[in-house]
């Protein structure tokens, strides 16, 4: 069945960075677009970043440019979020999905599956 897990949250001061890794199984990930979300206390979920199965990066948040970017290593079908020069702000709980298909979207509607989400928290 497919599954995708989450890791690498946790506490990062201001200006600080994390790398999220998000493993797939139960299906290849190369051919899907797989997208991370983020949802902080009392906002709706947002998309931040996706990448195609062509491995093109599609931004789906303006906040993410020049700060965060999205990886693939297909040897182990999982997905990476670098987040460099995190905001209080940035403060969320942390989702990857995977796409109906092979491209991106910011539609989170086209995301049928998801995983469980890794806390991030910016604070000093």
């Known amino acids: 069945q497919v599954q995708l897990v989450e890791s690498g949250g946790g506490l990062v001061q201001p200006g600080g960075s994390l790398k999220l890794a998000c493993a797939a199984s139960?299906?290849?990930?190369?051919?899907?677009?797989i997208g991370w979300f983020r949802q902080a206390p009392g906002k709706e979920r947002e998309g931040i970043l996706c990448?195609?199965?062509?491995?093109?990066?599609?931004y789906l948040a303006d906040s993410a440019k020049g700060r965060f970017t999205i990886s693939r290593d297909s040897a182990k079908n999982t997905v990476y979020l670098q987040m460099n020069d995190l905001k209080p702000e940035d403060t969320a709980i942390y989702f990857c999905?995977?796409?109906?298909?092979?491209?991106?979207?910011?539609?989170?509607?086209?995301?049928?599956?998801w995983g469980q989400g890794t806390q991030v928290t910016v604070a000093s």
């Open positions: 139960g299906f290849t990930s190369d051919y899907y677009g």
């Open positions: 990448i195609t199965s062509a491995n093109y990066q599609t």
């Open positions: 999905a995977r796409a109906a298909g092979i491209e991106c979207s910011s539609d989170s509607l086209y995301y049928p599956f």
